[in-house]
C-alpha cells in the first residue's frame, strides 16, 4: 500500500489540552519548565491564530494533580473545560468524547501531562475510535526521555503522527503568503531564533 500524507486542516482539527496542571507540571522532566512553558503556550497560540476548536481537561484537580495552568484557562475562556472526577484516560469521560463530537472534526491535535498516560491513552481510544490523532510532542512532558520514547512509539505504531508545535503551526498554515507578519510574530514570539530572522527581514 502506498504512502498517504494525510495533512492537518484547519478546518478539520481540534486542539486537546489534557492535563496540563499545576501538580502534574512538576513530574515533567523532559524538559526544563521554562521550556515547556513556552511550547505549551505556543501551540496555545497557534490554536487561537487558526481559530481552531479546543477543548480543556484536567484528572482530578482537587487531588494533588493540581489546576490548570491559568494562562491556558485565561486564553480559553468560553472553551469546553472538562473537570473528569477520576478517570485517568480522558476518553473514559463522556463529557470530554461529546466535546469533540460536537465540533464535527476528525483530526485531533493532542497535547498533555504526562505523555505515556494522560496523551497516549485518548490517543490510543481515539484512534480505535478512526480519528486521526497528531500528538504534539514537545507540549507533552514526563518523567524522562526513556518514558517519552516509548511512549511515543507506542502511539506511533498505533498510527498517530508525531509533531512539535513549530510543524503544527506550520502545516495548517501551508503557505507564507497567507499572513507572514500574524504567523511569523508567533513563531518569532516563542523561538527567540525565529525572532532574529523575522528582524533581519524586516530591516531589509
Not at 526544563?32 to 497557534?46: C, G, M, R, W
Not at 481537561?57 to 490548570?68: H, K, M, Y
Not at 484557562?73 to 476518553?91: E, L
Request: glycine share 8%; charged share 20%.
Amino acid at each position: 500500500m502506498s504512502f498517504i500524507y494525510k495533512r492537518l486542516n484547519k478546518d478539520d482539527a481540534v486542539v486537546l489540552l489534557v492535563d496540563h496542571q499545576a501538580g502534574l507540571l512538576s513530574l515533567v522532566r523532559d524538559y526544563s519548565p521554562d521550556e515547556f512553558k513556552n511550547n505549551v503556550l505556543a501551540l496555545a497560540d497557534i490554536a487561537k491564530f487558526f481559530k481552531l476548536p479546543t477543548i480543556l481537561t484536567t484528572s482530578f484537580e482537587q487531588g494533588p494533580n493540581g489546576p490548570i495552568v491559568p494562562e491556558l484557562k485565561a486564553m480559553f475562556p468560553d472553551a469546553p473545560y472538562i473537570a473528569r472526577p477520576g478517570q485517568i484516560n480522558a476518553w473514559d469521560n463522556e463529557d470530554f468524547v461529546n466535546a469533540i463530537k460536537a465540533t464535527g472534526r476528525k483530526q485531533l491535535i493532542i497535547a498533555g501531562v504526562v505523555t505515556d498516560v494522560c496523551v497516549a491513552f485518548p490517543t490510543l481510544s481515539a484512534l480505535q475510535e478512526g480519528y486521526e490523532v497528531f500528538v504534539v510532542t514537545d507540549a507533552s512532558g514526563t518523567f524522562n526521555t526513556s518514558v517519552r520514547d516509548a511512549a511515543l512509539t507506542r502511539m506511533a505504531h498505533a498510527g498517530a503522527q508525531l509533531l512539535n508545535w513549530f510543524s503544527v503551526g506550520c502545516e495548517l498554515h501551508r503557505d507564507w503568503r497567507n499572513d507572514i507578519e500574524g504567523f511569523g510574530g508567533i513563531l518569532g514570539g516563542h523561538l527567540p531564533a525565529y525572532a532574529n530572522l523575522i528582524q533581519s527581514y524586516s530591516q531589509k
